[in-house]
């Protein structure tokens, strides 16, 4: 028996009925790591991808029927399709498309095999999801209305 067979067994004889008994240690922290991150990462994609479909298929449908009355049926939002607001309204689409590319965009950069086998695809993607993220941040900082804001409950100002 070879000194690092022996080292092994050493290291494995508390583990009483462990399938993995034979494996290294740092191997099965390797593959419980890289389980784990995996199922994380399909959880990851399927929230967002169901985020994505959400938004484009409730907001982007009705958006392209002219039916943005059917905003209001999300009871969920403080504010949705306000009759007589075009600016509002317009606002809210776009806040609407930009979060399916933030979404979309967002799971993509998680994705390894893109990261390994497209890397410029995968930094104009990143790109574009920078911008998205930054240009929504900023039109919500500058537009918010911290008075009307604040009395309707959407920001904790005080």
Known sequence: MSAHTASQIKANA???ANTNANQPIGSRAKTAL?????????????GQVAFAIFIAGFYGVSSVQGNFAAWAK?????????????TGNLFFAAHMLIAVVIASCGVLQLIPQIRARAAAFHRWNGRIFMLAIGGQCEWAVSHMDQENDCES???VCH
């Open 34 to 46: 890289n389980v784990s991150a995996t199922f994380w990462l399909t959880i990851v994609i399927i």
């Open 153 to 155: 409950g959407w920001c």
């Open 74 to 86: 999300n009871t969920t939002l403080l504010k949705g399709y306000v009759a007589g607001d075009s």
């Open 14 to 16: 508390g583990a009483g």
